[in-house]
């Protein structure tokens, strides 16, 4: 079995300030670990993964995540946010030794940067 | 590439109607999945296919919810009779041939409403 957990259901920031999002997994074998974010009505869309390597993972718009894999993480972090950073986002993971290739998703934390 | 294309984008619709939500994967994506979300249960995977093959179909509600991928290019998820309780927003992702942490790319969704 595979799941996800987003502690903070709301992150409010400062713009200008480090924005990070966290996350926890749990898998039986080696996880697949992806940031997704999603505007208002909008579809979701792909930030950045984690396949294997480097655990420091660099996506779109200048975000990272870092996989931390004695604490089952991969926290999603900004240096500095922008208010246009506010949205909804999810962390999913599918175990790499599972047949097919189905993603559980976390509930979702939303950001919101005030100027 | 077009991305992941749904149709309709809204939906509104009386208790009892049959309601169709279509799909357009992206060119030579051969997994495709439907999504719902709402606020009270978050993102929920309700079915998805590979090489237009259901492979995993237990998120479907209840047999009022049907899904069909008759092509590579094309699928459908229908609602017959509609509740209020199906008032969500639908969406579609599709990813490529799997290599190892694929991707599902994520369409625009449609908002349905049920009167």
């Known amino acids: 079995a595979q799941s996800v957990a987003q502690p903070e259901d709301q992150v409010n920031v400062a713009e200008g300030n480090p924005l990070t999002v966290k996350c926890t997994y749990s898998?039986?074998?080696?996880?697949?670990l992806f940031w997704y974010v999603q505007y208002p009505n909008r579809g979701l869309q792909f930030l950045l993964k984690?396949?294997?390597?480097?655990?420091l993972v660099k996506g779109s718009y200048g975000f990272e995540a870092e996989f931390n894999k004695s604490q089952t993480s991969f926290h999603l972090k900004k240096p500095s946010a922008l208010v246009s950073d506010s949205a909804l986002y999810f962390c999913?993971?599918?175990?790499?030794?599972?047949?097919?290739?189905?993603?559980?998703f976390g509930g979702g934390t939303r950001v919101l940067v005030k100027p | 590439d077009a991305g992941v294309i749904q149709s309709p984008r809204h939906e509104v619709t009386e208790m009892g109607q049959e309601v169709t939500l279509r799909c357009k994967p992206i060119?030579?994506?051969?997994?495709l999945f439907w999504y719902r979300q709402t606020m009270m249960r978050g993102l929920e995977l309700l079915i998805y296919?590979?090489?237009?093959?259901?492979?995993?179909d237990s998120g479907m509600p209840e047999d009022r919810f049907s899904a069909k991928m008759p092509n590579a290019s094309f699928s459908t998820l229908k609602i017959q009779p509609s509740e209020p309780r199906d008032s969500a927003v639908y969406f579609c992702?599709?990813?490529?041939?799997?290599?190892?942490?694929?991707?599902?790319?994520f369409g625009p969704g449609t908002r349905l409403l049920v009167l």
């Open positions: 992702a599709s990813s490529p041939p799997k290599k190892g942490g694929e991707t599902q790319y």
């Open positions: 898998v039986s074998g080696n996880p697949y």
């Open positions: 984690y396949i294997t390597g480097d655990n």
């Open positions: 999913a993971v599918r175990d790499a030794g599972a047949a097919g290739n189905k993603l559980t």
């Open positions: 060119s030579g994506h051969n997994s």
């Open positions: 296919f590979n090489n237009n093959v259901p492979i995993d």
